[in-house]
Each structure stands twice: as structure tokens, then as C-alpha cells.
């Protein structure tokens, strides 16, 4: 440690990196039609424009605000303006601050931009990403300038945080493993990025590896859930059933994307159905992979064996019996409170057996993760907001109450849903601070 210590103190005390020198921009026309549409696909398995664009703004032109614990960092524009955004990059800055961070004036990029995990993208797809950006209209627009506090203004010292954090290899297929894992393992760990989201991080806001290695985080507000013991955990996930939840943004067992996800699902939906298959094959098979062997048995399987949740997005699976009557030794309602807002504002669309589907899927809360999770976090954030942007159409919207229920409301809430449709699980601590500070987060 002390060794390494050192030498990043050696690498922060180097010149600033080089700058590279801008072109007039590349002929686009050197790339293929084929090429083009695959560079849209690493874009889109990257998410590209979720990041990159600002609430309301033109898609890729920067300007989107990332708060992370060390202050807020905007995105850059990412289109070909030759002004404001890459136009005048060459394809060498452009693969340097992808898989190193630099940006093509030499200034270190903040890790917000997960270059941690572009490096492992193969020549070619990042030929392809090249080729595609500098394809797209072209947008002048002046994102908003990044300025954090003392220390974490200094950008240099970010070359010290590469050097004991960043591993800029590309990734390298396992031949122990089936092509199927591989590809899931290079799409979550490269272009997907998944663990920026679902892995927890050090103190110094890098991410944990090991058995951390995407056991759950946060991410604008929201937690992001596990991905490592999906196939053993209290409501256990099918590879079937993750990869549906992956196209569609629905699980009938599981709930419905909401917050960051739904997007993800956008980019997700656009890939071929034998990528979102081989990202459900590799998380299916954490935290420790079952060996190729049995990966490719599996693959194998998943041919003759019948879908374990159903393929129509909307349909639900048969209905629960209703959870027994809530109340006491008395026969009195327990959290009374909490049982009427649900009767007024949830139960049209949620209790089981109760009518028809209004606006969509109807999702059971009895399965509903968020009502399983450690905190409830994701649970008022979609009582506050609703979903406005549902990952698919066709699951229609849920209404947001913020303005409606004030926060002792979403508390008596939160508290009785989770005593009614997740009673094995331990009681939530009311954080009323937690529920106003969330009501302000604009999802």
C-alpha cells in the first residue's frame, strides 16, 4: 500500500498529459452502413444518450448533472459540433478518453464518466462507437463547467485514483466459460456498465470488487438492487424471467423498471435478443460462475424448457389469494391510517382480484421487489413521482402522489404496505428527513 501510495503520488506530480491534436474531422463516409449500425448498438448497450443529454435538451449535447458524493458533475457534448462538442476529435483522442479518461486537451476525465468499464470494449466496437457518434447530427451546445470543491478540483490527482483503481484492459474472453457467458460478461462489464450502478463503492468512490462486485448501490436518488444472488434470493429470478424483464421492463414476478432503469430497458430493447439472453446467462450465475460445463448445459436447456414467466407484457400471472385482514387481537385495522390511503389511491390498480387492468400492467405488490428490499427508498420515490417514462409503452403509467400525500402520509403508507404484502421481512424505520429529501429529488 505504502508502495503504491508513492507511486501515485509520482504519477500526480507528472506534466499534465499531452493534448491531442484536433482534425478536421473524420469522412464518415469511410465507414460501412454496417459498421454504423454497430457503433448504434454499443451506444446503445452503453446508454449513451441517457447520460449525455440534459432534461429537455437535444439528445447527446451534454449538460445532464450527475450528483455524486464528491459534488455534481456534468456530462459533456458528445455529438460532432466542431466547436462544442467531439467533430474535430480523432479517433486516437477519442479511444483515450474512452479507455483512459483524457480528454483529447489532457485534462484526467472524472471517473462519473465509467471509462473503468469502456476500456474493456473490444477495437472494434469502439471503431464502430467512433464511427456512429460522428455520424449524428451535430448540436452546438455549451454544457454547464464541472466545479467541485477542494480537493476533488484537482484534477491530476485522478491519475493516482487510475493507477489504483483502473484497470484499462480490454476485456479477454475466459475459454473455460461458453460464448454465451462471455458475451454477457463483456456487455456488463464493458459497454452496459452495470456495475456503476449496482456495485458499492470504496471511499474514495471506487468500485468495490470481489463479493461486492455488483451486490447493489445507488444511483440519483434510488437504490439499485443486487445483481449477484438473483437465482437465490427471497424472490428468486429465472434466466427466462430476467431476460423478459430486460426487453420489456416488466416481470410479472417482479415488478415493473422504474427511476434509472426504465431507460436502460430503452437501450436494452434495441439489441438482439441473444445479448439481453447472454446478460441474463452471466448474472444468473454469480456471485461464482458454475463452469462451463454447466453454462453451456444451461444454454442448452434454455431451448426446450417453457418460459417461467409469461410473454405478453401486460399479462399478469394467476392472482394471489388476498393477504389475510390486517388487524390485531382486538379486530382492530393495525396502521389504519395507512390502510385508507391504500384503499383510496392503490388498490384500484394494485390489489389482487380486484377489477380490470387500468393503465397497463398490473403488478402484484405481494411480488414487487421494491417491498422486499432493505430500505425503502425506491418505494417512495415511486409514490412521490410515479412512472411518467414507463421502460414500454405498453405497461402505461403510474400516477405520482408528492403532491397529494404529505410526507407523515407516505410514511403511514410505506409502513402499511410493507407490515401487509412483505410481513416476513423486517420492519422500515420511519425517516421522515429521508421522505422530504426524496420529494425534492427531481426522479
Not at 469511410?30 to 446508454?47: E, K
Not at 444511483?219 to 438473483?230: D, K, Q
Request: aromatic share 8%.
Amino acid at each position: 500500500a505504502a508502495a503504491a501510495g508513492l507511486a501515485g503520488l509520482a504519477v500526480m506530480a507528472w506534466p499534465a498529459k499531452p493534448a491531442l491534436p484536433l482534425t478536421a474531422g473524420p469522412d464518415v463516409s469511410l465507414y460501412s452502413p454496417q459498421a454504423i449500425a454497430r457503433g448504434r448498438l454499443v451506444a446503445a448497450a452503453g446508454d449513451c444518450v441517457v447520460c449525455h443529454t440534459a432534461p429537455g435538451g437535444a439528445p447527446n449535447a451534454g449538460g445532464f448533472a450527475l450528483e455524486t458524493p464528491f459534488g455534481t458533475v456534468y456530462s459533456t457534448n458528445i455529438t460532432p459540433d466542431h466547436d462544442t462538442g467531439i467533430g474535430r476529435w480523432s479517433f486516437a483522442a477519442f479511444d483515450r478518453a474512452m479507455r483512459q479518461g483524457i480528454h483529447q486537451d489532457g485534462r484526467q476525465l472524472y471517473p462519473a464518466f465509467p471509462y473503468t468499464a469502456f476500456a474493456k470494449l473490444t477495437d472494434a466496437d469502439m471503431q464502430a462507437l467512433y464511427g456512429y457518434l460522428m455520424s449524428q447530427p451535430a448540436v452546438a451546445s455549451t454544457p454547464p463547467e464541472t466545479r467541485l470543491a477542494f480537493p476533488y478540483n484537482l484534477r491530476p490527482m485522478i491519475a493516482g485514483w487510475n493507477l489504483l483503481f483502473h484497470d484499462a484492459a480490454p476485456y479477454t474472453p475466459d475459454p473455460d466459460y461458453s460464448l454465451e457467458w462471455n458475451r454477457g460478461a463483456y456487455l456488463v462489464q464493458g459497454a452496459g456498465h452495470c456495475a456503476a450502478c449496482h456495485s458499492p463503492r470504496n471511499a474514495l468512490g471506487a468500485e468495490k470488487g470481489g463479493l461486492d462486485y455488483l451486490a447493489g448501490g445507488e444511483a440519483e436518488g434510488w437504490t439499485a438492487p443486487p445483481l449477484n444472488r438473483l437465482a437465490d434470493g427471497k424472490l428468486p429470478w429465472t434466466r427466462e424471467g430476467l431476460t423478459q424483464y430486460l426487453r420489456t421492463g416488466y416481470s410479472p414476478r417482479h415488478g415493473v423498471a422504474a427511476g434509472p432503469m426504465a431507460p436502460v430497458i430503452h437501450g436494452l430493447a434495441e439489441l438482439p435478443e441473444s445479448d439481453v439472453r447472454a446478460i441474463a446467462t452471466y448474472l444468473m450465475d454469480l456471485p461464482k460462475p458454475a463452469g462451463a460445463v454447466q453454462a453451456n448445459a444451461a444454454a442448452q436447456a434454455v431451448g426446450t424448457q417453457a418460459a417461467a414467466d409469461p410473454a405478453p407484457v401486460a399479462a399478469a400471472p394467476a392472482p394471489l389469494s388476498p393477504p389475510a385482514p390486517f388487524a390485531d387481537q382486538s379486530g382492530q385495522v393495525r396502521n389504519a391510517k395507512g390502510e385508507r390511503l391504500y384503499q383510496n389511491a392503490c388498490a384500484a390498480c394494485h390489489e389482487a382480484g380486484s377489477g380490470p387492468t387500468l393503465f397497463g400492467a398490473k403488478p402484484l405488490l405481494g411480488l414487487n421487489t421494491n417491498l422486499h428490499a432493505a430500505t425503502p427508498d425506491n418505494l417512495i420515490q415511486v409514490i412521490l413521482h410515479g412512472i411518467q417514462a414507463p421502460a414500454n409503452d405498453e405497461l402505461g403509467y403510474m400516477p405520482g402522489f408528492k403532491d397529494s400525500l404529505d410526507d407523515r402520509q407516505v410514511a403511514d403508507l410505506i409502513e402499511y404496505l410493507r407490515e401487509r404484502f412483505a410481513p416476513e421481512e423486517k420492519h422500515w424505520p420511519v425517516d421522515m428527513k429521508m421522505i422530504s429529501t426524496l420529494r425534492e429529488h427531481a426522479p
